[in-house]
């Protein structure tokens, strides 16, 4: 299949306590009909509020590497003790049907991604500064000190890997980033090798040339 009639596959990644999920929720009230959310599979325990195959899907470590041994996901990663992987079939077959495909996945994953979709389109999502994510982190009040420590180091360490991403959106303000996201999609668009088959005609390009 040609690169223009498959979907786009975006890939909003960071942190943890960034702002990726609040972030991409924006995003899909800004954009929502042509977006398609890709949940995870986790075996983290569902914190108050999350929902069943929205948040996440919530398994066991046992169901978890069972589907690793399957080689059921994209791609998957332990973080701070816990699984988390993106089911690879709902993905292949949604961007085979030219929708847009949204992952909010850590770094280890993203990175993972990048390997095998080089078509993918890599946002690394920022804090305006550390003391925002120590904040974050603390006021979402879901971990205990140690966890929101680990998750700090982490975070340390995954800061210098945004060299990676095609993209860095810092979220100083969800909707201000949000329409960052955005307009990057629409940039990916309207790049020559996904837009030129519309306007071949027009054009007068040959594509096979
Ligand atoms: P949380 O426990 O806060 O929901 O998620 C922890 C981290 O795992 C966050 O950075 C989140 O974006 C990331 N995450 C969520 N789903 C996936 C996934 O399918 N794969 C990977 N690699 N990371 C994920």
Same mark, same amino acid.
Request: hydrophobic content about 35%; cysteine-free.
């Given at each position: &299949?040609?690169?223009?009639? @498959?979907?786009?596959?975006?890939?909003?990644? *960071?942190?943890?306590?960034?702002?990726?999920?609040?972030?991409?929720?924006?995003?899909?009230?800004?954009?929502?009909?042509?977006?398609?959310?890709?949940?995870? &599979?986790?075996?983290?325990?569902?914190?108050?509020?999350?929902?069943?195959?929205?948040?996440?899907?919530?398994?066991?470590? !046992?169901?978890?590497?069972?589907?690793?041994?399957?080689?059921?996901?994209?791609?998957?990663?332990?973080?701070?003790?816990?699984?988390? *992987?993106?089911?690879?079939?709902?993905?292949?077959?949604?961007?085979?049907?030219?929708?847009?495909?949204?992952?909010?996945?850590?770094?280890? *994953?993203?990175?993972?991604?990048?390997?095998?979709?080089?078509?993918?389109?890599?946002?690394?999502?920022? $804090?305006?500064?550390?003391?925002?994510?120590? @904040?974050?982190?603390?006021?979402?009040?879901?971990?205990?000190?140690?966890?929101?420590?680990?998750? &700090?180091?982490?975070?340390?360490?995954?800061? $210098?890997?945004?060299?990676?991403?095609?993209?860095?959106?810092?979220?100083?303000?969800?909707?201000?980033?949000?329409?960052?996201?955005?307009?990057?999609? @629409?940039?990916?668009?309207?790049?020559?090798?996904?837009?030129?088959?519309?306007?071949?005609?027009?054009?007068?390009?040959? !594509?096979?040339?």
């Amino acid at each position: &299949m040609k690169l223009n009639e @498959r979907g786009l596959l975006i890939v909003l990644s *960071g942190p943890s306590g960034v702002g990726k999920g609040t972030v991409r929720k924006a995003l899909f009230d800004l954009e929502g009909h042509d977006l398609v959310y890709s949940t995870s &599979m986790t075996t983290r325990p569902r914190r108050e509020g999350e929902v069943e195959g929205v948040d996440y899907y919530f398994v066991s470590r !046992e169901e978890f590497e069972q589907r690793i041994r399957d080689d059921a996901f994209l791609e998957w990663a332990e973080f701070v003790g816990h699984y988390y *992987g993106t089911p690879r079939d709902k993905v292949d077959e949604q961007l085979k049907q030219g929708k847009e495909v949204v992952l909010e996945i850590e770094v280890q *994953g993203a990175l993972q991604v990048r390997e095998k979709a080089k078509d993918g389109v890599f946002i690394f999502i920022a $804090p305006p500064n550390r003391e925002a994510l120590y @904040r974050r982190l603390l006021r979402r009040g879901t971990e205990s000190g140690d966890t929101i420590q680990k998750r &700090m180091d982490k975070a340390e360490r995954e800061f $210098p890997l945004a060299h990676k991403y095609d993209y860095i959106v810092v979220n100083d303000e969800v909707t201000n980033a949000a329409d960052r996201v955005l307009a990057i999609i @629409r940039a990916e668009h309207a790049r020559t090798e996904r837009a030129i088959h519309k306007y071949k005609e027009l054009l007068g390009v040959d !594509e096979n040339e």
